[in-house]
């Protein structure tokens, strides 16, 4: 087992043990950024995947759901654990979804070429093998035409509909988004949240709202994770919602323009 953030060892450790009473699990991983070097305790999530010897039955997939629901209510840095479950025998289908438990929710979906990526590069194996040998890789083509049908569809249409961007998950999301998006079409690479940050200003985002992200996620007096957070909180920029709508629909059309 790799050795994870201390603050969220614990809970890594006993969230192993429990889905490991449920279900045979061959590997478990971390991704984003706790095994990118980014993970900030309370305002980061957890992203991992768990992979099982087999499909999960019914009876397993509400004691697992049980399990999350259980460590939400005894520890509050379970809030953002989120956890995708493969079957060992569906690893080389990457449009395949899975069971996932993610912002308190149970639902299937694929893990994204982005995420894959991730677990190539960078993951932490918190118990089993590392996903090389186990994950097939994700092409540099895969990557690139998912970012771009990323940006070009789904945050194209939410760009266009300023109620959703009132909220802190609209505007972080949305923008880190955008420009870890703009780093790998240009360069093939991935970066973290922080380095995003410098990828915006260098795309001309407003500085009102790229300091807003900075100090809520890195700054002594910054936010949970949850996104909860609204334009009328203490310490929000004025019209910060707008400014973040408009700035990410005209990057997305220079950035796949290039």
Not at 36 to 61: H, I, K, M
Not at 122 to 127: F, I, V
Not at 151 to 176: C, F, K, N, S, T
Not at 233 to 238: D, H, I, L, S, V
Request: with cysteine; proline share 7%.
């Amino acid at each position: 087992m790799t050795a994870p953030h201390a603050a969220v060892a614990p809970l890594l450790e006993r969230f192993a043990a429990e889905i490991g009473a449920v279900v045979p699990v061959v590997a478990l991983w971390a991704h984003g950024s706790l095994a990118l070097g980014d993970f900030r305790p309370g305002r980061s999530d957890l992203d991992l995947v768990a992979v099982a010897d087999a499909e999960l039955t019914d009876v397993q997939g509400e004691r697992l759901r049980a399990v999350h629901r259980g460590l939400v209510a005894e520890d509050p840095l379970a809030v953002t654990l989120h956890c995708a479950y493969l079957s060992r025998t569906d690893l080389a289908d990457a449009g395949r979804e899975h069971p996932t438990w993610a912002q308190g929710e149970w639902f299937e979906r694929p893990v994204s070429p982005v995420s894959r990526r991730e677990l190539a590069v960078g993951a932490l194996a918190l118990h089993g093998p590392p996903p090389a040998g186990l994950l097939p890789p994700v092409s540099d083509a895969e990557l690139t035409g998912f970012i771009r049908e990323e940006l070009g569809g789904y945050w194209l249409r939410a760009a266009a509909r300023p109620e959703l961007w009132h909220q802190d998950i609209w505007v972080d999301l949305g923008m880190l988004t955008l420009a870890r998006a703009s780093v790998t079409l240009r360069d093939g690479r991935l970066v973290t949240k922080r380095e995003a940050l410098d990828e915006l200003r260098a795309l001309g985002a407003p500085e009102a709202v790229v300091e807003d992200i900075r100090r809520r996620r890195y700054g002594p007096d910054g936010t949970a994770a949850d996104g909860t957070g609204t334009d009328t909180a203490p310490g929000r920029p004025a019209g910060r919602g707008e400014l973040a709508r408009t700035f990410v629909r005209s990057a997305i059309t220079g950035v796949l323009a290039r």
